[in-house]
């Protein structure tokens, strides 16, 4: 397995390529770049490619309402020529409290603007004349929309690679077919090792029934904290995922139409998933945070003595996870990234 980190996208960016350039050192393939309502993500991707020379630039993610279909292909191929090579493209929907309420954009039909952009991205990177005549999106603007002048172009530069990765963020079933279908890799959310497949198995399948065999097996990013401590130490960070979890299974959305819930419910945390979901939605987010299941955070949380740590890496590979995802906790946290990279191979 690989090794993949997400950078801090709340501080100050010149210390955040510092970070990412001790990380390459201490052996970390990929790095992550997040966009929320927080500085561009491009901005430091580029800033990136100049100062690491080895691992992969990736954007996690870009979300798909806040560019056109072309500016993202224009910017992957950017960040590509700028980092010879190793531009990786994360898409995802984000949410419709940041879509509508940061971009003023509508969020609608996610999967299926999503599918349209990879096939646009594909054409910018091939510099084949862009057209597309989409549901979602129509390249040129037909007549009737504008002005009539559109004309199909091709990117003026020469793309470094016309494959560039594209890895898609995805949950609910037909996403999770989409996204097999369509991209290198998959960025899922909340990934249990040991239920994940029982969850999420058959939609990968049904998905890579129709997947071209030039995309190569479909990469899985997915994995968590990883400390080497006692069991005090274990238990702390295993507590301190409760309220990011409990944020997300019992308030995003609303009853009936959250899709971490859904997902809980999945692992069979269904009577959990419901109290949650109840209590968060009342004001009582302490008593939901108590309520996220020990054996989930026991399962996620990769902390503990050194053998326990392997044995929960071994347990993400066993899943089918190809690019481990690790948030490594303790006084020398590049000593963790090496002993990680070490045992992952």
């Known amino acids: 397995m690989k090794l993949s980190m997400t950078l801090n996208y709340g501080g100050d960016p010149a210390a955040t390529a510092q970070t990412a350039k001790d990380y390459e050192s201490a052996g970390v393939d990929m790095v992550w770049v997040a966009e929320l309502y927080s500085f561009d993500a491009v901005s430091l991707m580029g800033y990136l490619a100049a100062v690491t020379e080895r691992m992969e630039i990736c ?65 910018v990177w091939r510099r084949e004349k862009v057209e597309h005549d989409g549901r979602y999106y129509q ?12 004309k199909s172009l091709k990117l003026i530069n020469r793309p470094v690679r016309e ?21 290198e890799g998959w960025l899922p959310i909340f990934f249990h090792p040991e239920k994940a497949n029982d969850v999420w198995a058959e939609d990968i399948a049904i998905g890579t029934a129709n997947r071209d065999d030039s995309l190569g097996e479909l990469e899985v990013v997915a994995g968590g904290v990883v400390s080497i401590t006692d069991e005090a130490g274990a238990q702390g960070l295993r507590d301190a995922a409760r309220g990011m979890t409990a944020l997300y299974v019992g ?17 069979g945390y269904g009577d959990a998933a419901e109290k949650i979901q109840d209590l968060y939605l009342s004001g009582h987010r302490g008593e939901a945070e108590a309520l996220i299941p020990d054996d989930y ?10 053998g326990f740590v392997r044995e929960r890496i071994e ?3 066993e899943a089918g996870v190809t690019r481990l995802s690790i948030t490594p906790v303790g006084e020398n946290p590049l000593e ?7 045992w992952a191979e």
Request: net charge positive; proline share 6%.
């Open 139 to 150: 390249l040129p603007l037909p007549a009737d929309q504008g002005t009539g002048l559109g």
């Open 251 to 267: 308030g995003m959305g609303a009853k009936g139409k959250n899709f971490y819930n859904t997902l809980f419910q999945k692992y």
């Open 315 to 317: 347990a993400y590979r």
């Open 59 to 123: 954007a996690g993610i870009l979300p798909i309402y806040s560019r056109t279909p072309t500016l993202i292909g224009m910017t992957a191929a950017g960040i590509d020529a700028l980092s010879g090579g190793r531009c990786v493209l994360g898409l995802g929907a984000s949410g419709p409290q940041v879509i509508e309420g940061w971009h003023g954009v509508k969020y609608d039909a996610p999967i299926g603007r999503t599918k349209e952009i990879i096939d646009i991205c594909r054409q």
């Open 163 to 183: 494959n560039i990765p594209i890895y898609v963020a995805s949950l609910g079933p037909k996403n999770i077919q989409m996204t097999a279908e369509k991209a």
């Open 297 to 306: 955070l026991q399962a996620t949380t990769m902390a503990g003595d050194e």
């Open 336 to 342: 963790i990234i090496e002993k990680v990279k070490a």
